[in-house]
């Protein structure tokens, strides 16, 4: 919940040298990518509020390819734009393609432990855009759920909406990628861990981390924005 001046003197104190924002308005509507840019070049490509795109060049292995970092409305009608934005970017390119990000959506039952049944038909809407995309979910190691409403035990409910979902060629690329689930500390999410791989991480000294603030303003655009 931090943006504009602030969250500049933030970045500026951290190890990261690079980064795109997208800020707060109010308490609303902030997404941060940061990054060091002795280990890749970042160049962004399209924002909205619920989403950034940039292209990825990894200076170690010379590959490209795209990231789509996202946070996901809870509200339907802002979901549905966010899910017509998707297929249109998936139009747009034929390059590997890692998502990620709070989708605010799970996929199946297993997905959730308490609280209301899953909604059949918002699962199938996030379902129908993850086939058009093309994209795989990764899976993961550690706890089963990523978010919690931290009730008590007769209301609390325990959710899988954190992801991370590639299409084939990334997968190809990266086919010993990791995605952990870190221990939650003081948030109701927990941190989510990418490794590309061994030889990558060996060379780096140092594993790809993907790091993300996310929020929510209400009056998301229909389109994607070009910047």
Excluded at 56 to 63: D, F, Q, W
Excluded at 74 to 82: F, N
Excluded at 85 to 105: R, S, T
Excluded at 158 to 165: M, Q, S, T, V
């Amino acid at each position: 919940m931090v943006g504009g001046g602030r969250a500049e003197k933030i970045i500026e104190g951290l190890s990261f040298d690079g980064f795109i924002t997208m800020y707060t308005i109010g308490y609303a509507g902030g997404l941060w990518i940061l990054w060091k840019m002795e280990d890749m070049e970042v160049s962004p490509l399209s924002t909205t509020e619920q989403e950034i795109h940039a292209s990825i060049k990894v200076r170690s292995s010379n590959l490209t390819w795209l990231i789509s970092v996202i946070y996901t409305s809870p509200r339907l009608v802002e979901r549905r734009i966010l899910w017509d934005n998707l297929k249109i970017v998936a139009h747009l390119h034929n390059l590997p393609w890692l998502m990620l990000g709070d989708f605010n959506e799970v996929l199946c039952g297993e997905e959730k432990f308490g609280g209301n049944q899953v909604n059949l038909n918002r699962a199938l809407e996030f379902k129908g855009c993850l086939d058009e995309c093309n994209m795989i979910d990764l899976g993961f190691v550690g706890p089963k759920y990523t978010w919690t409403n931290r009730r008590p035990i007769s209301s609390l409910v325990f959710e899988r909406i954190d992801k991370c979902f590639a299409n084939s060629m990334w997968r190809l690329l990266y086919p010993e990628a990791v995605v952990t689930h870190l221990p939650r500390t003081f948030l109701d999410h927990c941190p989510v861990l990418i490794e590309l791989c061994k030889s990558i991480a060996n060379h780096l000294n140092k594993p790809f981390r993907f790091q993300m603030v996310w929020l929510l303003h209400p009056d998301f655009p229909r389109v994607v924005q070009q910047t």
